[in-house]
């Protein structure tokens, strides 16, 4: 039954969005959709070869798509920042950005470019750089900011003891860690963008579970073959308990093009314990409704990537 839900996605001409993780699994389902209601999509990618494989598959579905790629690491605060210069330096505004890309449970602690918990630094801090150095073209586009967190986030909270894991390391801990920080920094975006009149709608979205690559085989993170809990998904996915790929970025597409979005809501599906079904509002989840903690978290992020909100 999953395979059959489906939501309407108003037309989107004239906007241009910028969706990261767009190059295969859910973020090029939800790039597909966009630029078949005549949104112009650009992909920062950070591998070439699958962001080149990702426009032809989009152009394939949506003849005459207008798709593009940028060069991006979230890893790595210089990439991000190179991105950010590229953007300004076309002078368009962005009308939509999508934070979907993220890494998750790397078997062993790993770290960013820039010496950050590989998750910290990829789910979280790249994202957070990435929206301060386009606040500019967010607010001349009167953006809508979609954080993709996770249903993780639902428990645990911000690892502040140990923010980076150097005294120890454990995986989910982490991952938990990373979503709750990115949830919390997009509710802060909310707040600032209602008190300084920025015109941007910061909304937040996860996407179940659903069976992508996340928790599959990936030698980048150290994981040589699937996990269990992927194979699981799968069956799950089969039996039409959890989401499909495709289903499971309808949370994010109807919190990036919903006409009655307001700031600080919070989209995923609404089947049993969240993990499959079809999209719908949902209650904050208790780690991310604390106005303090989200503060903490914007100024410590300005803090640790060296960029702040201008």
Same mark, same amino acid.
């Given at each position: 039954?999953?395979?059959?839900?489906?939501?309407?996605?108003?037309?989107?001409?004239?906007?241009? *969005?910028?969706?990261?993780?767009?190059?295969?699994?859910?973020?090029?389902?939800?790039?597909?959709?966009?630029?078949?209601?005549?949104?112009?999509?650009? !992909?920062?990618?950070?591998?070439?070869?699958?962001?080149?494989?990702? !426009?032809?598959?989009?152009?394939?579905?949506?003849?005459?798509?207008?798709?593009?790629?940028?060069?991006?690491?979230?890893?790595?605060?210089?990439?991000?920042?190179?991105?950010?210069?590229?953007?300004?330096?076309?002078?368009?505004?962005?009308?939509?950005?999508?934070?979907?890309?993220?890494?998750?449970?790397?078997?062993?602690?790993?770290?960013?470019?820039?010496?950050?918990?590989?998750?910290?630094?990829?789910?979280?801090?790249?994202?957070?750089?990435?929206?301060?150095? &386009?606040?500019?073209?967010?607010?001349?586009?009167?953006? +809508?900011?979609?954080?993709?967190?996770?249903?993780?986030?639902?428990?645990?909270?911000?690892?502040?003891?140990?923010?980076?894991?150097? +005294?120890?390391?454990?995986?989910?801990?982490?991952?938990?860690?990373?979503?709750? *920080?990115?949830?919390?920094?997009?509710?802060?975006?909310? +707040?600032?963008?209602?008190?300084?009149?920025?015109?941007?709608?910061?909304? &937040?979205?996860?996407?179940?579970?659903?069976?992508?690559?996340?928790?599959?085989?990936?030698?980048?993170?150290?994981?040589?073959?699937?996990?269990?809990?992927?194979?699981?998904?799968?069956?799950?996915?089969?039996?039409?308990?959890?989401?499909?790929?495709?289903?499971?970025? &309808?949370?994010?597409?109807?919190?990036?093009?919903?006409?009655?979005?307001?700031?600080?809501?919070?989209?995923?599906?609404?089947?049993?314990?969240?993990?499959?079904?079809?999209?719908?509002?949902?209650?904050?989840?208790?780690?991310?409704?604390?106005?303090?903690?989200?503060?903490?978290?914007?100024?410590?992020?300005?803090? &640790?990537?060296?960029?702040?909100?201008?």
């Amino acid at each position: 039954m999953s395979r059959e839900i489906d939501i309407t996605v108003p037309d989107q001409s004239g906007r241009r *969005a910028v969706i990261t993780g767009g190059s295969d699994g859910i973020g090029l389902g939800i790039a597909t959709r966009l630029a078949a209601v005549g949104a112009e999509v650009v !992909l920062p990618v950070r591998n070439p070869h699958k962001g080149e494989a990702a !426009l032809a598959s989009i152009r394939a579905a949506v003849p005459g798509a207008d798709v593009s790629l940028r060069a991006l690491d979230l890893s790595s605060l210089d990439s991000v920042a190179a991105l950010g210069r590229t953007l300004l330096d076309e002078d368009r505004p962005v009308h939509l950005l999508v934070g979907n890309a993220g890494v998750m449970t790397p078997p062993d602690r790993r770290t960013t470019a820039d010496g950050f918990e590989l998750q910290l630094g990829t789910n979280h801090l790249g994202h957070a750089a990435l929206v301060l150095h &386009l606040l500019p073209l967010l607010r001349a586009g009167r953006a +809508r900011v979609v954080s993709q967190i996770s249903v993780a986030a639902a428990r645990g909270r911000v690892h502040w003891e140990d923010l980076s894991w150097e +005294r120890s390391y454990d995986g989910m801990a982490a991952y938990r860690s990373s979503k709750i *920080a990115y949830g919390l920094f997009g509710m802060e975006l909310a +707040r600032r963008s209602d008190a300084a009149g920025w015109g941007i709608t910061s909304v &937040l979205s996860h996407p179940g579970v659903a069976p992508t690559s996340l928790l599959a085989a990936r030698p980048e993170v150290g994981r040589a073959e699937d996990t269990r809990e992927v194979r699981l998904i799968r069956r799950l996915s089969a039996w039409g308990v959890a989401g499909t790929p495709r289903t499971a970025g &309808l949370p994010a597409l109807l919190a990036a093009t919903a006409p009655d979005a307001e700031g600080g809501r919070l989209y995923g599906p609404r089947g049993p314990g969240h993990i499959g079904g079809a999209p719908a509002e949902q209650r904050l989840y208790r780690s991310l409704r604390d106005a303090g903690e989200a503060r903490r978290v914007w100024e410590t992020s300005e803090r &640790l990537v060296g960029v702040r909100a201008a």
